[in-house]
């Protein structure tokens, strides 16, 4: 699986998981995050996650990177121009509490993504919210 590790659904998997987790940052090794519960092929803003994407960063003090994928329209093809932004390394404030370290550093991301998602200028497809739905 190219050293992907699914999520565990029971919390003997989790303790494992965090230890796996642990391991690799002491290891000094990339470990990829990707908090959205869907993907939106081309969406063009950021949809908020949840602060829980940053609990192994803050409690490990690890450094955190944002990738931000743009689009522009092309002369000459229908399919858009890709740009991704790479922003950071954010790190957390490790003199605050647990949870603060989680929503300050969540914050520092999602504002640096939200300000790169303005480069894009072309919309594949449009987006919309039927009544009643909820996305997460």
């Known amino acids: 699986m190219n050293g992907a590790l699914p999520i565990p ?4 998997g989790m303790k494992n998981f965090y230890d796996a987790i642990s391991y690799l940052i002491a290891k000094k090794k990339v470990i990829q995050i990707y908090p959205e519960a869907h993907i939106w092929p081309f969406y063009t803003k950021i949809r908020d996650y949840d602060k829980v994407s940053f609990r192994y960063p803050c409690s490990l003090g690890a ?3 944002a990738f931000t994928n743009t689009f522009t329209k092309r002369k000459f093809s229908s399919f858009p121009k ?9 790190y957390p404030d490790m003199e605050r509490e647990l949870k603060e370290r989680d929503e300050n550093l969540h914050n ?6 939200k300000e790169k998602s303005k480069f894009s200028t072309y919309e594949v497809h449009t987006y919309k919210k039927k009544e009643g739905e909820h996305y997460d």
Request: glycine share 4%.
């Open 108 to 113: 520092q991301v999602i504002n640096a993504m």
């Open 63 to 65: 450094p955190v990177y």
């Open 9 to 12: 659904s029971s919390l003997k």
């Open 82 to 90: 890709v740009t991704t932004y790479i922003d950071g390394p954010f």
